[in-house]
């Protein structure tokens, strides 16, 4: 799996938009990005997940680059129930022998 | 509900004791996983298993064991083995193969297990 690489925190205002970096420079064509999100002493949450094109569901919106190398998740109005830890993963399409969670990068939000 | 059910919420061990983390998940999915989380970590890998009666070692699986005699059901055991069994533990399940969607994870609410 290609490696990833986020900041380890980031700070955002409460009803601005988040954006949270990943770079996956090393990322093969058949290599999807998925984002979770954990929130304090609790499970990991999926959020999302794409190829190539830009995805937006009910939770955030991805923005992977032309070259996809790198992806952005974007909060569009963040809230303080949005502070987490948000791991960005690449994975190939159904390999689920194993996934590796990183670090991740942890979103405060500040009212 | 469907989902995937970790208990107990909080155990303890004692020196010399083996202990078993139960989890359970009624959403049919074939794969399932154990990770191990430290304070301010990220999660590791312990076992996984894609079908039942199979299982594979993450890269943690020293000090641990675990079964897979049903599709739903997949414990951990922290053996004595496990010198250092102080941490979160978080079980998964996701559907095996195929699809983009089928390496989303489902994650219970984890164990916090802690050594007397």
């Known amino acids: 799996d290609a490696k990833t690489t986020q900041p380890p925190s980031m700070d955002c205002a409460e009803g601005r938009a988040a954006n949270l970096p990943c770079n996956h420079s090393t990322i093969s064509g058949n290599e999807y990005v998925y984002w979770y999100r954990q929130i304090h002493s609790q499970g990991p949450q999926y959020i999302i997940h794409?190829?190539?094109n830009n995805e937006t569901n009910e939770m955030a919106s991805l923005i992977i680059t032309e070259d996809r190398k790198s992806s952005t998740l974007i909060l569009p109005h963040a809230t303080l129930r949005d502070t987490a830890v948000y791991y960005c993963i690449v994975r190939v399409a159904g390999n689920n022998n194993d996934m590796r969670f990183g670090a991740g990068t942890r979103l405060t939000v500040k009212p | 509900d469907g989902g995937i059910t970790q208990s107990p919420k909080y155990l303890f061990r004692k020196e010399g004791q083996n202990v078993t983390l139960s989890c359970e998940q009624n959403l049919n999915h074939d794969a399932m996983y154990w990770y191990r989380q430290d304070p301010g970590q990220g999660l590791r890998l312990i076992y996984y298993?894609?079908?039942?009666?199979?299982?594979q070692k993450g890269d943690i699986a020293e000090g641990y064991s675990v079964s897979r005699e049903k599709k739903e059901s997949f414990p951990l055991t922290v053996t004595s083995a496990q010198k250092n069994p102080t941490a979160f533990y978080l079980c998964a399940s996701s559907a095996r193969g195929g699809e983009a969607a089928k390496n989303i994870q489902y994650f219970g609410a984890g164990t916090r297990l802690s050594v007397l």
């Open positions: 794409g190829l190539k």
């Open positions: 298993s894609q079908i039942v009666n199979d299982f």
